[in-house]
């Protein structure tokens, strides 16, 4: 036995299908452990039947049926074999007016019921947007927020009127059989988690990490209600199993953040950490704002869900809101997208080409290419950017920083006069570890250059130094926020390198440490380095991260396109947003450049061969021609000759 739920709008990022499917019918009630019959009860489960969100989107695996919902004959048949019913109006108009059809065309077929039908309309907070704020209990404190008690009071966005009559429209129908049809309505917060939604601009333009600051609409003081996506869905199965006697339901957390304040999080939590206000005007301009979108991050309200903290009875999963929660939020939101870093390790001999290679990769990924002298070099250039606060008029804790950077760095160049020019490890792999924890490198992914060199070096970068939050759980011996996926060694005998590097012309030579003698030196030191039991490739294989060596004597392409070709099917698909509509529009053209000039080149060797057949037949008729004039000569010398 089970009992059926319809919902309009399944959305895979909220989740709310699957919520309703793994939930004991009457399991959320509170005197459910008590009552012997809802316990027994609770051995059903809720089954789920309803329409996609977007034509063409994939199906949950736990939806048991799919109606089509452009036809409302169709939504109808459905529903009336449903016990509870469920549709979301919060993200577009046409979900607005096909509740409405839903909850009048039910509201005509009450006589016809065969069982109790539940109705729930999941509604926004915007119906509440121009709502005249409550008088503050105590002067110059922020105003008294609203509760489900306020409901008759609210006034609406103007361009959320829709969204008000039809939610007066669902609590009117609710009041004509009560025994046998009941109908709520879910004011919800701005909803967050998940693959984000409202904020998910926010959220992308962070993660790119390519603007210097986030943009934060206004003065960004207004107050924003906001809502969990895990805990909506909660929320509303809580009221189809409740049935609550309040029809009005406000579902936000207890969190009454400005919108400054979760700008700001999300941006030092996933991007630069930096912020800048813009005018409205400008935001109206961003092509991902949407009107819609722009008046639902203007909200101004402080609202205070009563039935979810008094009726309601689940986990929840952010009830503080977003700000104490930012970590799992931001690990969901990655995790949704399919946004996850690629880490990748190219290594190998001088002159085996590990910075083609990737560079190669970092192009195709979208990942950081990391060469240890640039690492060195940003890392000293940070620093002295940093010790130069000392001479200016800052506070004490940047004096403070000040001195420590410049103490830093005359211990840097102390240690550079002491071991030949050249840096100590540990200095090495503290900047190294800095760029590898950074927001790009987290987000996107990175391709390592050529370091570590040695086993010591790799076993102090990417050792584990944090002891698990379990203690229970097993310690990880490396950090896996740090550990390259993919080991990719380059491997050449010394001949061909040395041939490499004398085919490399004088002037690319010139200056660099591919002259004969620096080469040598530095491929001596390579092979001295990689021939014991502990070398870097060691470290990984006995982590069983194993590495793929690849042979490069046998590319014979120009750029080591065929090498890189064998990377990229052992890494396998890119795990980004993809390009950009630029980026699209310029791999279109030359995609198109490609066409036409493999046309031109079709189109010439046609024509090449065509000359050549006629030239051919021609040759051919002048040869036959020429016969024929002989045979035909040697045939009038015999005549004659036959005539004497």
């Given at each position: 036995s089970t009992q059926s739920t319809g919902s309009s709008g399944i959305n895979a990022e909220y989740g709310m299908a699957e919520v309703f499917t793994n939930t004991?019918?009457?399991?959320?009630?509170?005197?459910?452990?008590?009552?012997?019959?809802?316990?027994?009860?609770?051995?059903?489960?809720?089954?789920?039947?309803?329409?996609?969100?977007?034509?063409?989107?994939?199906?949950?695996?736990?939806?048991?049926?799919?109606?089509?919902?452009?036809?409302?004959?169709?939504?109808?048949?459905?529903?009336?074999?449903?016990?509870?019913?469920?549709?979301?109006?919060?993200?577009?108009?046409?979900?607005?007016?096909?509740?409405?059809?839903?909850?009048?065309?039910?509201?005509?077929?009450?006589?016809?019921?065969?069982?109790?039908?539940?109705?729930?309309?999941?509604?926004?907070?915007?119906?509440?947007?121009?709502?005249?704020?409550?008088?503050?209990?105590?002067?110059?404190?922020?105003?008294?927020?609203?509760?489900?008690?306020?409901?008759r009071r609210r006034k609406p966005h103007p361009n959320f009127k829709n969204e008000i009559n039809v939610e007066k429209q669902v609590i009117k129908y609710g009041k004509t059989d009560k025994t046998r049809f009941l109908t709520y309505v879910v004011a919800a917060g701005l909803p967050y988690g998940a693959g984000e939604e409202i904020f998910h601009y926010f959220f992308k333009v962070a993660w790119h990490g390519e603007t210097t600051a986030l943009n934060i609409i206004g003065s960004g003081e207004n107050i924003v209600p906001t809502i969990h996506v895990k805990d909506l869905s909660n929320i509303m199965v809580s009221v189809a199993d409740a049935k609550p006697k309040t029809r009005y339901i406000v579902a936000v957390d207890d969190s009454m953040n400005s919108m400054t304040e979760i700008i700001t999080c999300i941006s030092k939590n996933l991007g630069t950490g930096n912020v800048m206000n813009v005018s409205r005007e400008e935001a109206l301009l961003i092509p991902e704002i949407s009107q819609r979108v722009f008046d639902i991050l203007s909200v101004n309200l402080r609202l205070e869900g009563t039935w979810i903290k008094e009726g309601a009875k689940f986990e929840w999963a952010s009830e503080a809101g977003i700000l104490e929660n930012i970590a799992p939020v931001v690990d969901e939101y990655k995790r949704t997208r399919g946004l996850l870093p690629i880490r990748l390790c190219v290594l190998g001999p001088p002159a085996s080409g590990k910075s083609l290679v990737a560079s190669q990769l970092c192009q195709n990924y979208k990942l950081h290419h990391l060469k240890i002298a640039d690492i060195i070099q940003q890392a000293i250039e940070k620093l002295e950017k940093q010790a130069a606060r000392a001479e200016s008029e800052e506070g004490e804790e940047d004096d403070e920083g000040a001195q420590q950077a410049q103490e830093t760095l005359d211990l840097l160049n102390e240690s550079k006069q002491e071991n030949n020019d050249r840096y100590e490890d540990q200095y090495i792999i503290q900047f190294f570890n800095e760029k590898l924890m950074s927001m790009p490198c987290q987000n996107q992914g990175f391709v390592l250059d050529g370091f570590p060199k040695t086993y010591s070096q790799a076993k102090e970068l990417f050792g584990n130094k944090e002891e698990p939050d379990d203690e229970e759980a097993p310690r990880l011996e490396y950090n896996n926020k740090l550990m390259p996926e993919v080991v990719v060694s380059l491997e050449a005998d010394d001949e061909f390198l040395k041939k490499r590097i004398m085919n490399l012309p004088e002037s690319v030579v010139a200056g660099t440490h591919n002259t004969e003698d620096l080469f040598l030196k530095r491929l001596a030191e390579f092979r001295a380095i990689n021939t014991d039991d502990q070398t870097v490739l060691n470290y990984f294989d006995e982590l069983e991260v194993h590495p793929d060596h690849v042979d490069i004597a046998t590319d014979v392409s120009s750029n080591m396109s065929q090498v890189v070709e064998k990377i990229l099917k052992t890494v396998g698909k890119p795990r980004n947003y993809g390009p950009t509509e630029e980026e699209r529009m310029e791999l279109e053209r030359i995609s198109m450049e490609k066409t036409i000039k493999k046309e031109a080149v079709e189109k010439m060797e046609l024509s090449r061969k065509e000359e050549e057949e006629k030239k051919e037949t021609k040759r051919r008729k002048d040869e036959w021609s020429a016969r024929v004039q002989e045979v035909k000569e040697q045939e009038e010398e015999v005549l004659q000759a036959q005539s004497y």
């Open positions: 004991i019918v009457g399991s959320t009630v509170e005197d459910a452990i008590e009552d012997d019959e809802v316990s027994q009860k609770a051995q059903v489960k809720y089954e789920v039947v309803g329409t996609l969100s977007e034509k063409g989107a994939a199906v949950p695996a736990c939806v048991t049926e799919v109606v089509e919902g452009g036809h409302i004959d169709e939504v109808l048949v459905a529903l009336m074999q449903c016990d509870i019913i469920v549709y979301d109006t919060t993200s577009s108009d046409q979900q607005v007016e096909d509740c409405l059809i839903a909850c009048s065309a039910l509201h005509e077929q009450i006589a016809n019921f065969k069982t109790p039908k539940t109705f729930l309309c999941m509604s926004s907070v915007m119906t509440w947007g121009k709502t005249k704020p409550n008088e503050p209990a105590i002067e110059d404190e922020p105003e008294q927020p609203f509760t489900e008690e306020d409901y």
